[in-house]
């Protein structure tokens, strides 16, 4: 079911740090009100644009943002069906929408702007775990007059995750983003890690820049990170992943990559990375 | 003090600064573990940390510090204001910019030494533009206000790159660009700018003498046998070479070039040429303390070495401004 892993992993691989770090997860404020049921919904960043597309129906979806067909955006395919608008007052308002999806887009000054134009937001804010995602897409399906196909993803999910195997061992992990930044608690990629087995060595909360030094004397098993092809190229010059340090030790470890979009922000389809990361260990019987 | 005394001086605390970044960082290795793995007798682990880790961005440090204090000096000199300084007159900006290009649009993949090519390309840019400007500015606070100018135009060069790049990963790494960081530096990276820094170091050393007898006016430099014209352009592109391979190694730091010089020239009678050599070597000790200070503070992400860099030295440079204001106003 999922395409993935690597053991001695022979490339350096790469992550989306701004992706985590800026919108790796989601908490929703409702502020529609709940009799109307909104039929120009907008979603202004790719964020956001993931549980609009997941949540609405075709016609109630009036467009995304330009970033929804981005490699890294899990809805990208449905995404191509639909107008992309940029975040600017200008152009949102020129839409008319009976209801706008935000997570970052438009700057910090674009809520007020909607509230000051009578324009219902739903403000979906940072999660740190996949029982904020399912607060959120229990939210936001509310909000898009979409109940129950909310309550059926959270019972799928709910369901889904019951069935990873819980190790009481687990084993020590580092998870690597291409910025050469990493996690520690109170992020979602930590509490993904957490639920798929692996002890994540990285005690400081929420991200920090990848521990050159920790990486050699903490020794993890396995390395978790979400690269991209496309970008391995041009990587930002910066990254620890450059290192020869770090190189060194991707080609001698346990690797899990996880396709970044999984990670790139918290929603339904992070359950995946779970997933994933639990197979990978089953597979390669490290537990 | 001796010319030979503050020789001995900072060639010592530059040892002692050396030894001390391999042995500050996040883990904890007992010294006595330490010194062995320095003379090659502790264990893989340790060996990676201290060769691997430590040193190459100890050296990193030390190398972008000489190399600024070197440009600081001679660009104060060659302008005769001593508040010249690549980082503040933009043309670490510069550089940096240029090396932005060749890494955002992939020519860095296909030619490892177009980083520092770029670099240094940007700084000259910047330098010889200043060069040419500072024969026309009628003040310090003019040069100063176009050197603001031109680092603002580069930082809108690289915000504008950033923008409009097909990804978002961008935007952190400008963000190092512009704040400076010996971090993840590897022996790779200085093996790299090595060959510019030599270059560099060598033609600015030729023009110690050029800015010794330059204080004493051009006309009189110009008696002397001094050729002006060829004394400032190896200048201008000694501290370009310099400026550029430190930027492509560290990003922009700032303000380094200014202190470093500051405080050796009452040490050196305030000649410019006798300053270079003991200013780089203050700058080189001043910044790998900034970086073992970097490590040791206890931040979730490390702090950038161009932060600490500014913390010191911006105040300096408010001083400076300060008092050479108050000194006009009392003649």
């Known amino acids: ?287 | 003090m001796s010319k030979k005394k503050l020789y001995y001086l900072l060639i010592s605390f530059s040892l002692i600064v050396i030894f001390l970044g391999c042995l500050a960082g996040p883990t904890k290795i007992p010294i006595i573990t330490s010194l062995k793995t320095i003379f090659g007798i502790g264990n893989s682990l340790e060996h990676t940390i201290i060769w691997e880790i430590r040193m190459p961005r100890t050296l990193a440090a030390y190398l972008v510090g000489l190399s600024l204090g070197a440009s600081g000096a001679a660009l104060q000199g060659l302008l005769r204001n001593p508040l010249a300084e690549p980082g503040v007159l933009g043309v670490s900006a510069c550089a940096s910019l240029g090396a932005t290009i060749v890494i955002y649009y992939g020519i860095a993949q296909s030619f490892t030494y177009s980083v520092p090519l770029a670099a240094v390309s940007g700084a000259l840019i910047g330098t010889t533009f200043l060069a040419i400007i500072a024969e026309k500015a009628n003040s310090v606070t003019t040069l100063i206000l176009i050197g603001v100018g031109i680092s603002s135009l580069a930082g809108a060069g690289m915000a504008l790159l950033t923008s409009i790049a097909p990804n978002p990963f961008y935007l952190s790494d400008m963000v190092t660009w512009m704040l400076g960081s010996v971090a993840n530096t590897s022996t790779f990276d200085i093996a790299l700018c090595i060959p510019f820094l030599c270059v560099g170091f060598l033609l600015l050393r030729k023009q110690i003498n050029g800015l010794s007898v330059l204080t004493l006016g051009e006309e009189t430099a110009g008696t002397l046998g001094l050729n002006l014209a060829r004394n400032r352009m190896l200048v201008v592109l000694s501290t370009g070479i310099l400026t550029g391979a430190a930027v492509s190694l560290a990003g922009v730091i700032g303000f380094v070039g200014i202190v470093a010089p500051h405080l050796i020239r009452p040490l050196v009678e305030h000649d410019p040429g006798k300053a270079i050599v003991p200013s780089a070597l203050l700058a080189a000790i001043i910044l790998v303390v900034a970086d073992i200070a970097v490590r040791l503070f206890p931040t979730n992400s490390e702090i950038k070495l161009g932060v600490v860099a500014a913390l010191i030295g911006a105040p300096i440079f408010i001083m400076i401004v300060y008092r050479r204001n108050n000194f006009y106003e009392q003649n």
């Open chain 1, 1 to 287: 079911m999922f395409p993935l892993l690597c053991n001695n992993i022979t490339r350096v691989s790469y992550a989306l740090i701004f992706l985590g770090i800026t919108c790796g997860s989601l908490k929703a404020k409702t502020v529609p009100s709940a009799e109307h049921v909104p039929q120009r919904v907008i979603s202004i960043d790719y964020c956001a644009d993931q549980y609009l597309l997941t949540l609405g129906t075709s016609s109630q979806i009036l467009g995304g943002s330009p970033r929804s067909v981005a490699s890294f955006s899990f809805m990208r395919e449905k995404a191509k069906n639909f107008n992309k608008v940029r975040p600017t007052p200008e152009e949102l308002l020129a839409l008319k929408p009976d209801l706008i999806i935000r997570s970052f887009g438009g700057g910090i000054s674009i809520n007020k702007f909607l509230s000051d134009h009578k324009i219902p937001i739903i403000q979906i804010g940072f999660l740190d775990s996949l029982e904020d995602i399912n607060q959120t897409i229990a939210n936001v399906s509310k909000a898009l007059g979409n109940d129950e196909l909310g309550i059926a993803l959270v019972e799928d999910l709910n369901r889904r995750l019951l069935a990873v195997p819980n190790i009481k061992t687990k084993s020590p992990a580092l998870y690597m983003a291409a910025g050469g930044v990493t996690t520690g608690k109170g992020t979602l990629v930590h509490d993904i890690m957490s639920k798929g087995n692996l002890r994540n060595i990285v005690d400081t909360p929420g991200w920090s820049d990848i521990p050159l030094e920790q990486l050699v004397s903490l020794r993890p098993e396995i390395i978790v990170h979400s690269y991209l092809d496309e970008l391995t190229k041009n990587s930002g010059k910066w990254s620890a992943v450059h290192h020869p340090v770090t190189k060194r030790f991707l080609e001698s470890n346990t690797a899990i990559a996880i396709p970044p979009a999984l990670v790139s922000c918290g929603a339904w389809y992070s359950l995946d990375a779970v997933e994933m990361i639990s197979h990978v260990q089953r597979e390669y019987k490290i537990h």
